[in-house]
T-cell receptor, first 115, second 118 residues
Framework: AQTVTQSQPEMSVQEAETVTLSCTYDTSESNYYLFWYKQPPSRQMILVIR??????QNATENRFSVNFQKAAKSFSLKISDSQLGDTAMYFCAFMKPPGNTPLVFGKGTRLSVIA | DTGVSQNPRHKITKRGQNVTFRCDPISEHNRLYWYRQTLGQGPEFLTY????????KSRLLSDRFSAERPKGSFSTLEIQRTEQGDSAMYLC????????????????FGEGSWLTVV
């Protein structure tokens, strides 16, 4: 069974600074999908960024980017120019092939952006 | 708004009562998922559907839980004889099941239904 580990239960960052959230996973699959979701205090889970394992190029979405290290089974999220609205729980999630299979989530990292 | 819709958003019930939650997925999404989330934890998978067919059920889904998607559109999650340990947020999500694209593999979540069993 796949597992996802987020080793940082809580983190904080100053507004406008950069922060990196870590995620590691365990799988025997060679192709799969990885996601970062954000859950603000209002509680709706929102997709932040996604990556296909067979693509070497790291995904980017505006201020959000990932560092995908397939051999190390690592998928970290970098948030640049942090904003107060980035305050939320961040969940790393794994999806096994062929896709549209249930996500396996980590326990999350609570990020606080401080003014 | 054409996102995933869940209701009721909040439900308080007495132990032993039955409760039912409804989920309306994004239009034309043929996969529908149910998750449970407790405070400070990540979502845990319960079950999912391809159209009206239930494809998988988690060990977490005890025999007091039943989920249906009778016409392949909306879904219901019923909990019978509720227990205090059932208190959680129940999340519904959907996806288009187009595996040829990354967007087609992305799962979109509703706002969740909070259950408090007293």
């Amino acid at each position: 069974a796949q597992t996802v580990t987020q080793s940082q239960p809580e983190m904080s960052v100053q507004e406008a600074e950069t922060v990196t959230l870590s995620c590691t996973y365990d799988t025997s699959e060679s192709n799969y999908y990885l996601f970062w979701y954000k859950q603000p205090p209002s509680r709706q889970m929102i997709l932040v960024i996604r990556q296909e394992a067979y693509k070497q190029q790291n995904a980017t979405e505006n201020r959000f980017s990932v560092n995908f290290q397939k051999a190390a089974k690592s998928f970290s999220l970098k948030i640049s120019d942090s904003q107060l609205g980035d305050t939320a729980m961040y969940f790393c999630a794994f999806m096994k092939p062929p896709g549209n299979t249930p996500l396996v989530f980590g326990k999350g990292t609570r990020l606080s952006v401080i003014a | 708004d054409t996102g995933v819709s869940q209701n009721p958003r909040h439900k308080i019930t007495k132990r032993g009562q039955n409760v039912t939650f409804r989920c309306d997925p994004i239009s034309e999404h043929n996969r529908l998922y149910w998750y449970r989330q407790t405070l400070g934890q990540g979502p845990e998978f319960l079950t999912y559907f391809q159209n009206e067919a239930q494809l998988e059920k988690s060990r977490l889904l005890s025999d007091r839980f039943s989920a249906e998607r009778p016409k392949g559109s909306f879904s219901t999650l019923e909990i019978q004889r509720t227990e205090q340990g059932d208190s959680a947020m129940y999340l519904c999500a959907s996806s288009p099941n187009r595996v040829e694209t990354l967007a087609g593999n992305t799962i979109y979540f509703g706002e969740g239904s909070w259950l408090t069993v007293v």
